[in-house]
């Protein structure tokens, strides 16, 4: 049976994801989209690998049945710990042409760009950090790259809790720009690699030495999807355009809503998905 043409589908533990998803609908703003959001059980950092899968393959399913062939993981951790088994196991057993990508890869594949000295830091949960996933992608793609990793576990619940400007949090961001930059002191260059960080950018910058560049994801997501979507026109074609974006949250609408017009600039309107 030919597959219909729906939009394309982004996931994320929790809000985290709109930095992502908002770089991709600045950069490809003629698709149509599908935010889903799993606030309920935010975060997805300290959890098992076993439990990230099973939450994120459950998300991509309701996706897959909300017409979408493909999908975004907004979310490092899902990306680190369920990409690899959705990819090889579950996705086989559906229609041929629906994809599962994350945000790993699009950032390993120019890390070496990224950096002069060779010397990379990457600021994560611990579930991404136990995974290895960024070291192991980056020597890949440029082996003399080395890669620092901290786990920051506080900053996915300051960010989910709206605390992330406050005093409080300055003892969390200060001592995990300390401890990531007493690995190497030739590190010029430190990768968000959650996707809630980016909320965090001014509190970083105020601790993090000047000559120390600050790299979020999103727009490196967004000019890695264009460039797939260029490559694969039989998934670009099941790809809907219209600009039509949906926003779902397995928690509180009000909640969300409230986050994501901070974040967005604007309005949105949320709908609850019952797991």
């Known amino acids: 049976m030919e597959q219909k043409s729906g939009p394309i589908g982004v996931f994320d533990s929790g809000y985290g994801g709109l930095t992502v ?7 490809l703003s003629q698709y149509d989209y599908i935010y889903l959001g799993d606030n309920a059980r935010v975060p997805y950092g300290i959890r098992s690998f076993e439990t990230v899968y099973q939450y994120t393959l459950e998300c991509v399913n309701h996706l ?3 017409g979408c062939s493909l999908i975004i993981l907004a ?3 899902a990306s680190a710990k369920a990409l690899r088994n959705i990819q090889q196991k579950d996705l086989p057993k559906g229609p041929a042409l629906r994809r599962v990508l994350g945000v790993i890869r699009p950032t390993t594949e120019i890390i070496g760009e990224l950096s002069k000295s ?3 830091g990457i600021f994560a949960t611990m579930g991404t950090v136990n995974s290895e ?3 192991i992608e980056a020597n890949k793609f440029f082996p003399q790259v080395k890669v620092y990793q901290e786990a920051c576990p506080m900053w996915v619940p300051l960010v989910e809790n709206n605390e992330h400007h406050s005093p409080g949090a300055d003892y969390f ?3 995990h720009i300390e401890q990531l930059l007493q690995q190497s002191a030739d590190i010029d260059t430190i990768i968000l690699a959650c996707t809630h960080y980016p909320l965090l950018m001014d509190k970083i910058r105020e601790f993090l030495p000047p000559h120390v560049q600050l790299v ?3 727009h490196i997501v967004a000019h890695s999807l ?3 979507l260029q490559r694969h026109p039989e998934i670009e074609a099941l790809c809907s355009k219209g600009g039509r974006k949906e926003y779902f949250t397995t928690e509180s609408v009000t909640d969300f809503n409230k986050k994501a017009a901070f974040f967005l600039g604007k309005e949105v309107g949320s709908q609850l998905l019952n797991l």
């Open 21 to 27: 998803f908002k770089e991709l609908v600045k950069e």
């Open 64 to 66: 897959f049945e909300k």
């Open 75 to 77: 979310c490092n951790t």
């Open 118 to 120: 060779g010397h990379v």
């Open 133 to 135: 996933s960024y070291v």
């Open 173 to 175: 961001v200060k001592k």
């Open 216 to 218: 979020s994801q999103g």
């Open 226 to 228: 264009a460039d797939y």
